[in-house]
């Protein structure tokens, strides 16, 4: 169940009226840092999906174990 305050920051991001007004309220509410990292866990996401190993994912993305099976029970759970 989310929380409160992603519940907030996803009515907050649904205002944007374009991909435009979207990036640059990203951009003003994340660091590089922040996206960079929020992009890797997407990517290890899709990942995940097309049907690619954990251990693969490791590998390729030098990403450990623990942040995989994180994003693997998202996807089973919800």
């Known amino acids: 169940m989310p929380s409160e ?3 907030e920051l996803a009515t907050l ?3 944007a009226e374009s991909s435009h ?3 640059m309220l990203v951009e003003g509410l994340l660091t590089p840092a922040e996206v ?4 890797r866990r997407w ?3 899709q990942r995940l999906v ?3 190993t954990q251990r693969e994912i490791s590998r390729e993305m030098k990403v450990s174990l623990g942040k995989i099976s994180r ?3 998202m996807l ?3």
């Open 36 to 39: 960079e990292e929020v992009m």
């Open 50 to 52: 097309a049907g690619q």
């Open 21 to 23: 007004d979207f990036e």
């Open 5 to 7: 305050c992603c519940k």
């Open 13 to 15: 991001l649904a205002q």
């Open 43 to 45: 990517r290890l996401l």
């Open 76 to 78: 089973k759970y919800g």
């Open 71 to 73: 994003g693997s029970r």
